[in-house]
């Protein structure tokens, strides 16, 4: 069982910055890949990045990829999101999820927990 707790989001002007934290309870966190997806109103969740077990590998859908970063640390227990350049579009909550599968998933349905959410709102 694995409880995830996200933090660090907040109200911030175009082209500024965010960092998102998740932390993780359990004593399994280095096993799992760790992903981010956000919920803009009125639209479906989607998957924003992923990192794997051991940090070695992380994938970024196109939006975000160049601004921003994914990264672990297990001995901490905690997966990070470092915004940059954030656009108004970026405008969501945004959940942390824990998955038990070694290759980095993408879909939802292969996340078996998740975190309660953050919203990160972008000022134009």
């Known amino acids: 069982q694995v409880q995830l707790v996200e933090s660090g989001g907040g109200l911030v002007q175009t082209g500024g910055s965010l960092r998102l934290s998740c932390a993780a309870s359990?004593?399994?966190?280095?096993?799992?890949?760790m992903g981010w997806f956000r919920q803009a109103p009125g639209k479906e969740r989607e998957f924003v990045t992923a990192?794997?077990?051991?940090?070695?590998?992380?994938y970024y859908a196109g939006s975000v990829k160049g601004r921003f970063t994914i990264s672990r640390d297990n001995a901490k227990n905690t997966v990070y999101l470092q915004m940059n350049s954030l656009k108004p579009e970026d405008t969501a909550v945004y959940y942390c999820?824990?998955?038990?599968?070694?290759?980095?998933?993408?879909?939802?349905?292969?996340?078996?927990?998740w975190g309660q959410g953050t919203q990160v709102t972008v000022s134009s």
């Open positions: 999820a824990a998955s038990q599968s070694v290759p980095i998933r993408v879909r939802e349905n292969e996340y078996d927990y």
């Open positions: 359990g004593r399994t966190f280095s096993s799992y890949a």
């Open positions: 990192i794997s077990w051991s940090g070695g590998g992380t």
